[in-house]
């Protein structure tokens, strides 16, 4: 008769197979049962951490959009000055505008990178 669940061979090392027959004494559960319930907990740990991770690079993403936004910001408050100057302004307004632009690309490629490197 096949059986209703996937199963799984595992070698343990002695210690190991000696706490797992332990357990399952102490629990009154099968040494099955216990190493199943083992992994579980073992995965959810690393679940928890990669929530805990995410959640952190999460915010460091934000960060870096806020930054974004805000190099953006100035980009377009400069652009709009150039809209209203003209003749002898354009030429002062024109190297603020670029170091703006200059700036946003910058943040951009950082974050880029940052993504990129997880």
């Known amino acids: 008769m096949p059986?209703?669940?996937p199963r799984v061979?595992?070698?343990l090392e002695k210690p190991l197979y000696e706490?797992?027959?332990h357990l399952a004494k102490?629990?009154?559960?099968?040494?099955s049962t216990v190493v199943r319930d083992l992994v579980k907990e073992a995965i959810e740990k690393i679940r928890r951490k990669a929530d805990k991770l995410g959640a952190e690079a999460?915010?460091?993403?934000?960060?870096?959009?806020e930054d974004l936004r805000a190099r953006q910001e100035t980009a377009r408050?400069?652009?709009e000055d150039l809209k209203r100057t003209g003749g002898e302004a354009w030429e002062d307004l024109r190297s603020g505008a670029e170091a703006a632009?200059?700036?946003?690309k910058k943040g951009v490629e950082g974050a880029v990178a940052k993504l990129?490197?997880?």
Do not use: M, T, W
Not at 26 to 31: F, M, P, T, Y
Not at 58 to 65: M, W
């Open 3 to 5: 059986a209703r669940n």
């Open 9 to 11: 061979n595992v070698v």
């Open 19 to 21: 706490a797992v027959d």
């Open 26 to 31: 102490e629990e009154g559960v099968s040494r």
């Open 58 to 65: 999460r915010g460091k993403y934000r960060e870096q959009i």
């Open 77 to 79: 408050k400069k652009l």
């Open 101 to 104: 632009l200059d700036e946003l």
């Open 116 to 118: 990129k490197k997880g």
